[in-house]
């Protein structure tokens, strides 16, 4: 049975309200008061779902004909809902428009997401007679290897969407041009879309973000891995609509065709106001075109068990940073705790800290150093400002990532 959060659980319904008896922290409070205007959503997204039963403990991937036991397993959803988990803990209220099959993997899905992580799902929609795409991950060597099984969606992502609704930010992956009617702007990790095109017809759909731009919120943009390898600069035009781009090492040097990552992010603030590079455990670099700051941040040193969902962590850290009105630094260093909290547990969206995780590592972390331990001290002086951004009334643990999952007579 796979490990679950110690002490409280968090369950909240849509729209970031708490249920009677749960305690829900909202860091953007203090805004929501100067601006009684503001869209009821902080973050609107949209993407592809997945049912994920994700498989940890492995010392390496299995050989053809052998079977391996594992020490870990956890089943929960998977792709665009990382994103998702990871804004809704953060205290964003969060808006999701995916398809859900009508099977117990589509059904347990919303669940989650509705009833237990309060993200509204008003425009997602449940697809009678289309199932779940399901994928298998298995942690191994710092990594993961994955098999999926699903259909594309009956619908265009665009015709899904329709007019989206009202939102400070989305969140939302870059595609060529020529790609748009097809991508769904959420892969299984942030990354491509699955088999086929997922059009009803033939109609070459513009991106919904951009009519959510128009509305008012803040584009903040990622990138898939472009298992081409042709990485076409092109796909950087789109920037000229963004707001934030928000690219690893990688993935900033293939399409800015620099050398190193200070180089690709250079390349990248010329083109968007908000650029940042991340650098995995090495940490994160920026530069912000709208407050004149550039920042660069270490990683947090952990033990990592399975890296899944940790970039949609970081991504969701630095859009609430970016809306609270945080310093440059104070946002990279937030969003790399953020992600290193995640990968200490398995299973990408139901890994995603809440505020209740980020208030135990500040209290272990500030006794340590209080003991004398010269890198907790180098931890408590770097991440100092916590203190006046943790919540000072206990709040509800997130939940984890379980072995088994719900059935529809359970519910």
């Known amino acids: 049975m796979a490990a679950q959060a110690r002490g409280r659980r968090q369950t909240a319904a849509p729209r970031g309200a708490a249920r009677p008896g749960a305690s829900r922290y909202d860091p953007l409070a203090d805004r929501r008061g100067e601006d009684a205007g503001a869209p009821a959503l902080d973050v609107f997204l949209s993407g592809q779902l997945f049912f994920d039963m994700v498989f940890a403990g492995l010392d390496a991937a299995p050989a053809p004909g052998t079977e391996v036991w594992t020490t870990g397993l956890g089943s929960l959803p998977g792709g665009i809902a990382n994103l998702a988990v990871a804004t809704s803990r953060l205290g964003l209220r969060t808006g999701l428009a995916a398809g859900f099959g009508d099977d117990v993997f589509g059904r347990f899905c919303w669940q989650v997401l509705c009833e237990q ?85 033939g109609a070459a759909d513009a991106p919904w973000w951009l009519a959510a731009r128009e509305g008012g919120a803040a584009v903040f943009a990622d990138v898939g891995w472009d298992p081409t390898g042709t990485w076409d600069p092109a796909v950087l035009e789109r920037l000229d609509s963004c707001h934030a781009f928000l690219p690893n090492e990688v993935e900033a040097m293939a399409y800015t065709r620099a050398s190193t990552p200070q180089a690709a992010l250079a390349a990248l603030a010329d083109r968007v106001p908000l650029a940042v590079v991340t650098c995995g455990p090495r940490g994160a670099l920026a530069v912000d075109a709208t407050t004149g700051e550039s920042a660069a941040v270490p990683g947090v040193p952990v033990d990592a068990v399975d890296p899944t969902g940790a970039g949609d962590v970081f991504g969701a850290a630095v859009v609430l940073g970016t809306l609270a009105g945080w310093p440059l630094h104070e946002r990279l260093a937030f969003a790399a705790l953020c992600a290193s909290l995640a990968v200490q547990q398995f299973g990408g969206s139901l890994a995603a800290p809440g505020w209740g995780d980020l208030a ?22 770097r991440y100092g400002f916590l203190a006046a951004l943790l919540p000072a009334d206990p709040v509800a643990a997130v939940r984890r990532a379980e072995a088994t999952f719900a059935l529809a007579s359970d519910l």
Do not use: K
């Not at 969407?161 to 870059?174: M, Q, Y």
């Open 360 to 381: 135990d590592w500040w209290s272990g972390t500030s006794a340590r150093a209080r003991a004398g331990d010269p890198v907790a001290e180098e931890l408590a002086r």
């Open 117 to 201: 992580e309060g993200v509204d799902l008003t425009s997602s929609r449940l697809f009678p007679g289309w199932h779940s795409a399901v994928t298998v991950s298995m942690a191994h060597d710092d990594d993961r290897s994955m098999v999926t099984h699903g259909h594309p969606l009956p619908v265009s992502q665009a015709a899904l969407v329709g007019t989206p609704p009202a939102s400070r930010a989305v969140i939302t992956e870059l595609a060529l041009p020529h790609d748009d009617a097809g991508h769904d702007g959420g892969g299984h990790d942030g990354g491509e879309a699955g088999p086929g095109d997922g059009r009803a017809d």
